[in-house]
């Protein structure tokens, strides 16, 4: 998964999302949504049934992912 983006310093850049711990691939079309303290979400199931969510904080956390099926105790 690539992120692509635009800065006023550099214009248009592309960034590797996860380089380690890449997580299962979605099947079907994933949702984009933007939380509310301004995160990316992109969220799919995978081929097990499991919700995932691939998000990014403007904290400079960077990208991770997290299986929320998992999380609600699934």
């Given at each position: ?43 799919g199931v995978d081929a097990d ?19 929320l099926t998992v999380?609600?105790?699934?």
């Amino acid at each position: 998964v690539v992120s692509y983006w635009w800065g006023k310093r550099h214009g248009w850049e592309a960034t590797p999302v996860i380089e380690d711990g890449d997580p299962p691939r979605l099947v079907g079309a994933p949702s984009y949504f933007v939380g509310r303290h301004g995160g990316q979400h992109v969220a799919g199931v995978d081929a097990d049934g499991h919700v995932l969510d691939l998000y990014w904080r403007p904290n400079g956390e960077g990208w991770r992912w997290r299986d929320l099926t998992v999380v609600a105790g699934g």
